[in-house]
């Protein structure tokens, strides 16, 4: 057996483990952090539509807002204390149910999302937002 004898000198290799530890912390850092500097950054201008799908499905629940926060289901008049109950019966009749939101351009978003709220809440299959078409 050959014992190796220790020379005492300059290291010729370059110790990574340091430095790949100090590059994974901080992609760890960066992934955490970067959702909420995007979110808070992001200004969103929505576009209108000039190309509107024509809706021919049954399975499609249609809910109105009006620009005076009126909510409407499927033509007829719903108060938003109701809005739950008016959408169990629609959402329980059949399955793959789609609920679309058609609310004036003047309403306020926390309006459609309370709607989408509740109809995700009852298990609503797919969620939409409607737009008139452009003219």
């Known amino acids: 057996m050959r014992i190796r004898q220790q020379t005492k000198g300059l290291m010729g290799e370059i110790n990574m483990v340091p430095f790949i530890d100090i590059t994974l912390i901080l992609l760890i850092i960066f ?3 970067t959702p ?4 808070s950054q992001l200004n969103v201008d929505l576009p209108s539509s000039s190309a509107v799908n024509k809706i021919t499905e049954d399975n499609v629940i249609r809910v109105e ?5 009126v909510i409407s ?3 007829r008049v719903v108060p938003s204390a ?3 109950q008016e959408l169990t019966l629609r959402l329980g009749r059949a399955h793959e149910k789609t609920i679309l939101v058609q609310a004036d351009k003047d ?9 989408f709220d509740v109809a995700k809440k009852l298990g609503a299959a797919k969620l939409g937002i409607g737009v008139v078409e452009k003219r």
Not at 36 to 39: H, Y
Not at 107 to 115: D, F, L, S, Y
Request: aromatic share 4%.
């Open 36 to 39: 909420f500097i995007v979110q």
């Open 65 to 69: 807002i009006a620009k005076d926060g």
């Open 73 to 75: 289901v499927m033509d």
């Open 82 to 84: 109701k809005l739950s």
């Open 107 to 115: 309403v306020p978003i926390q309006e459609v999302v309370k709607v």
């Open 31 to 33: 992934m955490v952090m």
